[in-house]
């Protein structure tokens, strides 16, 4: 697969994706959100991919957002060239947020606009040192976008997030940890390391479990208690049948280590 704005290879059961526009930040323009769109229905649709982890290039910025320069390009046709590129972009994320395979940010620098809303449908977060984290939006008098209303408030909660929106607070590496925004922040030349031997621990897992617990927790949001309960009864009666659901248990009653190949 070739791709303009974006690094994309599949080792190991880890699919590494790299946001690639340094120069720009890693902003988000229309190449960006229909590359990240392709490459989120390869992790859906490919069984060899068992993790994903997202990055960025460079030691500055993750993603600083939207590119809105090559948005003012569009002049009066601004609106429908923005909806354009949202919808594209929504529909990679729906691919990363449903795929069976755990998604893992591994957030470089400023993770801004864009950037601070992949944080938010992320299955994991690990952050560097020199990170931040920032909405931007209101900065520009525009609303967010990327899942950010819908992740972030059940995240971090809806008072902290109207906070940030509104006064376009920047958020630390550290503090963004506190919140409970990311689980790990390491030094910059340690995030590369922490984040892919993370991403094998996880590529070396049950994946079609990961793939029903996380639609399990996105519906724990939409739904009654006992509805949930029998959603959960449902996932997990379909999960001991499957090949790693019934190897598991054996190696779990015969005291051996599990081998789980994502079946």
């Given amino acids: 697969m070739k791709f303009k704005t974006i690094n994309f290879n599949i080792e190991n059961g880890i699919a590494l994706i790299e946001l690639n526009r340094p120069k720009h930040y890693n902003a988000l323009n229309h190449a960006m959100a229909d590359d990240l769109f392709k490459a989120s229905l390869e992790c859906d649709d490919n069984p060899e991919i068992r993790s994903v982890l997202l990055t960025g290039v460079g030691d500055k910025a993750f993603c600083a957002g939207g590119d809105l320069h090559s948005f003012y390009e569009y002049g009066?046709?601004?609106?429908s060239h923005l909806k354009e590129v949202t919808t594209i972009l929504h529909g990679a994320i729906s691919r990363f947020s449903r795929m069976n395979a755990p998604?893992?940010?591994?957030?470089?620098?400023?993770?801004?606009?864009?950037?601070?809303?992949?944080?938010?449908?992320?299955d994991m977060v690990i952050a560097s040192t020199n990170a931040s984290f920032v909405s931007?939006?209101?900065?520009?008098?525009?609303?967010?976008?990327?899942?950010s209303t819908y992740f972030l408030p059940r995240i971090i909660g809806s008072r902290r997030y109207l906070e940030l929106v509104m006064t376009n607070r920047i958020l630390t590496a550290n503090e963004a940890l506190e919140w409970g925004l990311v689980n790990k922040v390491v030094d910059f030349n340690e995030l590369k390391n922490e984040s892919v031997n993370l991403a094998q621990q996880l590529a070396e897992g049950p994946s079609v479990a990961f793939g029903k617990l996380k639609n399990l927790v996105h519906n724990s949001f939409l739904d009654s208690l006992e509805g949930q309960m029998e959603f959960e009864a449902r996932m997990i009666s379909e999960s001991a049948k499957t090949k790693d659901g019934i190897n598991g248990v054996d190696a779990f009653v015969n005291k051996k280590k599990p081998s789980f190949k994502g079946e």
């Fill in 103 to 122: 998604l893992i940010v591994a957030v470089n620098g400023v993770a801004a606009g864009a950037g601070f809303s992949f944080v938010g449908f992320a």
């Fill in 76 to 79: 009066d046709k601004i609106s």
């Fill in 136 to 147: 931007a939006y209101s900065k520009a008098g525009l609303t967010p976008d990327g899942s």
